[in-house]
């Protein structure tokens, strides 16, 4: 089947400017994760996703940062007045939350690049 | 000091050799992951576990729950196994379940020649 796609792949934009990044999770999970890797750093967790219950934002760095999910499908992670820092790969997660313990599948990534 | 440390940071091995890479964790876990990073970016999980010893193909995760310590071991490495491989630790936080926020290590990097 199908595993979690992100779009756009790569996307280059101008200081300032507002984007907006896009996951499919696998068709089933409930779960979803966005993290950020800057250029070799680990991945740094930003918000998770569990059905309709209220998402965890306490990794989201500031407040020019928000994601949305409707329902168990797509999420948007849109980042406002984008700045040089933000240029990182962002990638999104998915999980079948089924108890203890649960693994997630990753997508290919966006690669974002602010100049 | 990071709460998952990975040992070494890098690596580079001939093929064939034996290798293995390590993960120290200073909290109480539920569960702790072992994933594989692609040089073109993407992840997928190898691992994961608990307790004891898991075994795929020719791939070995270990963990000593009291020592707080995992270990990834590659038998015969081969040049398709360079990667980025990451730890990743699921606290405990009472309750079924545990924490559903990983806290993952900075990765060790694999170079394996031919």
């Known amino acids: 089947g199908a595993g979690v796609s992100q779009s756009p792949s790569n996307k280059v934009t101008e200081k300032g400017k507002d984007v907006e990044l896009r996951c499919d999770p696998i068709?089933?999970?409930?779960?979803l994760y966005w993290y950020r890797q800057r250029l070799g750093q680990g991945l740094e967790f930003l918000i998770y996703f569990q059905g309709n219950s209220a998402p965890d934002k306490s990794g989201l760095p500031s407040d020019r940062f928000s994601a949305e999910r409707t329902g168990e499908s797509v999420s948007t992670l849109t980042i406002q007045r984008t700045q040089q820092e933000d240029s990182a790969v962002y990638l999104c997660?998915?999980?079948?939350?089924?108890?203890?313990?649960?693994?997630?599948?990753f997508g290919p990534g966006t690669r974002l690049t602010v100049t | 000091k990071n709460e998952v440390e990975q040992s070494p940071q890098n690596l580079t091995a001939q093929e064939g050799e034996f290798i293995t890479i390590n993960c120290s964790y200073s909290?109480?876990?539920?569960?702790l992951h072992w994933l594989q990073q692609h040089p073109g970016g993407g992840i997928v999980s190898l691992f994961m576990l608990s307790s004891g010893k898991k075994k795929h193909g020719r791939l070995i995760a270990t963990i000593n729950i009291q020592e707080k310590h995992s270990s990834l071991h590659i038998t015969a490495s081969h040049p398709r196994d360079s990667a980025v491989y990451i730890c990743a630790v699921r606290r405990s936080s009472g309750g079924s379940g545990g924490s559903y926020i990983p806290t993952f290590g900075r990765g060790t990097s694999l170079i394996v020649h031919p």
């Open positions: 909290v109480g876990i539920s569960a």
């Open positions: 068709s089933g999970h409930t779960a």
């Open positions: 997660a998915s999980s079948y939350v089924s108890g203890s313990p649960y693994e997630q599948y």
